[in-house]
């Protein structure tokens, strides 16, 4: 019996999902961010797809999980990215470091796969 796959449409629309709702914050909340409505357009479009997506996929369970950490590398991502870029709003370390764990554990899932799906 074939292995589930993850569905890297998820992936995608989480990932850019928690980009945008990270810029949007940091513009709103960090003084040297410059504001852009972009970012709040980037957030709309991709939160109405991807709820598309979902509607229409919802039965793809063995996602979830991966989608989730998607979203929190665009979450961190990005804050990492403007600690780099604004250095006087502190350190980075912890975004970078989160980041680089879950990113690891994602390619880990995207590889091998959920054992516990398998028949």
């Known amino acids: 019996m ?3 796959i993850i569905s890297l449409k998820w992936l995608v629309y989480t990932y850019i ?3 945008s709702l990270s810029a949007c914050y940091s513009m709103l909340t960090k003084q040297p961010v410059p504001f852009s409505f972009f ?3 980037t957030l709309f479009f991709s939160v109405n797809h ?3 997506l979902y509607i229409k996929e919802a039965d793809n369970e063995i996602s979830i999980r991966p989608a989730w950490v998607a979203f929190f590398i665009g979450i961190f991502s990005y804050s990492a990215f403007i600690g780099t870029q604004h250095p006087e709003l502190g350190s ?3 975004s ?3 980041t680089l764990i879950l990113a690891i554990w994602l390619i880990y899932k995207l590889m091998f796969g959920d054992k516990r799906y398998s028949a």
């Open 17 to 19: 999902i928690g980009l």
């Open 2 to 4: 074939s292995q589930p």
């Open 50 to 52: 991807f709820y598309a």
């Open 39 to 41: 970012a709040f357009l």
């Open 92 to 94: 980075n370390l912890f």
């Open 96 to 98: 970078v470091t989160l």
